[in-house]
């Protein structure tokens, strides 16, 4: 019985935090599902995104598809948040929208 409930509720819900927390505490949400908030931005050479405060401090987003309609715009996105090898921070979003 326990394993048809724990089966019924999904993924879990990702975690809120502040992207200047993923910044600076990157150990503490490795792995994790998380929402997160800044200004979507982009690089041509080689091309790559990532969300960034006011005061710069940024996490890379991917897969492209999915943000690319949103550069320039403040964002809310939520996914799996890891440190990868050669990139850095980065963030797989799995939902994404305009902040207000």
Known sequence: MITVLAA?????QPIEVDLGVLVE?????????VTTWGMLRT??????YWIET??????????EQKIA????????VSGRFDIVAG?????????ITTYP
């Not at 019924?8 to 879990?12: A, L, M, N």
């Not at 505490?25 to 599902?33: A, C, M, N």
């Not at 006011?54 to 897969?63: I, L, N």
């Open 87 to 95: 990139a850095g921070r980065q963030l797989t979003v799995e939902h």
């Open 43 to 48: 690089f041509d050479q080689p091309r790559h």
């Open 25 to 33: 505490q990157p150990s503490e949400y490795t792995g994790r599902r």
């Open 8 to 12: 019924c509720r999904g993924p879990t």
């Open 69 to 76: 309609s949103y550069v320039n715009e403040m964002v809310q």
């Open 54 to 63: 006011a005061d710069f401090q940024r996490v890379g987003v991917v897969p």
